[in-house]
């Protein structure tokens, strides 16, 4: 079982806010990374550290972390946004790379 | 271009062997850790292995350790995973990724550049 846990699913309207959370002990330790996973794609890194966007990525993606918590948030979602979105840190010996099960974002 | 390409993938019989290569561009490859990460399909994301810029340091899941080896040469810019003792658990598209730092763990590691992925059934 993951030691990151995110809700399996997710819906928001078009031009709405959704936020994904994914939760861990390790996440007081070590920070999130966000990857968006479309069908018959290579992962993209959407976010990382504490609110770090990559070049290229919307900036309707913005990231936050608390205790053990990290978010995604997505303002003004759009249909192109629809996808799979991992959370990835580290597990609590540091060693080993754990993601989250995974959320599937649905844009309506 | 900044790429990651896979390469080995296939068909193979429980208990056989494979080796997956992954050729790096558009980067100092030597300068980064890099990961194996696999899917199984209708699954998610799991890690398989890492290992630092020198090839030095290397970590494992459990679900693999004693079974695969990750290397790398970096004269060649190629990473390698040689998968011994398959098993039908083992079917998944297999990525390789870069990391941002060259060596690993950190607090803030991850996964910058993700290759297409190469396929590998287990089966009989």
């Known amino acids: 079982s993951s030691e990151l846990t995110q809700d399996p699913a997710v819906s928001v309207a078009l031009g709405q806010t959704v936020r994904i959370t994914c939760q861990g002990d390790s996440l007081r330790t070590y920070l999130a990374s966000w990857y968006q996973l479309k069908p018959g794609q290579a992962p993209v890194l959407v976010m990382y550290g504490k609110n770090n966007r990559p070049s290229g990525i919307p900036d309707r993606f913005s990231g936050s972390s608390s205790g053990t918590t990290a978010s995604l948030t997505i303002t003004g979602a759009q249909a192109e946004d629809e996808a799979d979105y991992y959370c990835k840190s580290r597990d609590s010996s540091g060693y080993h790379v754990v993601f989250g099960g995974g959320t599937k974002l649905t844009v309506l | 271009e900044v790429q990651l390409v896979e390469s080995g993938g296939g068909l193979v019989q429980p208990g056989g062997s494979l080796r997956l290569s992954c050729t790096a561009s558009?980067?100092?490859?030597?300068?980064?850790?890099m990961t194996w990460v696999r899917q199984a399909p209708g699954k998610g994301l799991e890690w398989v292995s890492s290992?630092?810029?020198?090839?030095?340091?290397?970590y494992y899941a459990d679900s693999v350790k004693g079974r695969f080896t990750i290397s790398r040469d970096n004269s060649k810019k190629t990473l390698y995973l040689h998968m011994n003792s398959l098993r039908a658990d083992d079917t998944a598209l297999y990525h390789c990724?870069?990391?941002?730092?060259?060596?690993?763990?950190?607090?803030?590691?991850?996964?910058?550049?993700w290759g297409q992925g190469t396929m590998v059934t287990v089966s009989s």
């Open positions: 290992i630092s810029n020198n090839g030095v340091d290397t």
């Open positions: 990724a870069k990391y941002w730092v060259a060596s690993v763990p950190s607090v803030d590691d991850g996964f910058d550049i």
């Open positions: 558009g980067f100092i490859f030597s300068n980064y850790a």
